[in-house]
């Protein structure tokens, strides 16, 4: 008999807790390009720079934080990665250049890079392979 995932209420609080923390995400994205644009007057190429410094992280150490994410408690890796993404936000408000900021967006991107395989797969440790055809491991 296959469960439907709403009846999977581990799966449902992790789903809305990031929700919430993916809206938190963009938000903050959203804030700084605002407070970059008018604070320092950032020109397009400063402000591509932002998104760029937090994307290459992830490009840099997908493969190896896949490999973390697998053989570390995925739950903890989660959390701790949570909380210091959220210590390095509070620290925008004292960056003082765009240099800073920069910074800043690229550890954020380190850490979505190591949280990000752990949540695919604490995914799919929660969600149980029922297809008979399905390989899970």
Known sequence: MKRSLWQNKRFISLQAAQFISGLGD???VLAMF??????FQATSVELSGLVLSQAIPGILLGPLAGTMADRWNRKHVMI????????????LFAASSIWQIYLIFFTIGCLAAVFAPAENGLVKQLVPCTDAECHCS
């Open 80 to 91: 701790a990665t949570a909380l210091f993404r959220a210590a390095a936000v509070s620290m």
């Open 26 to 28: 963009w938000l903050h």
């Open 34 to 39: 605002t407070l970059v644009s008018v604070t």
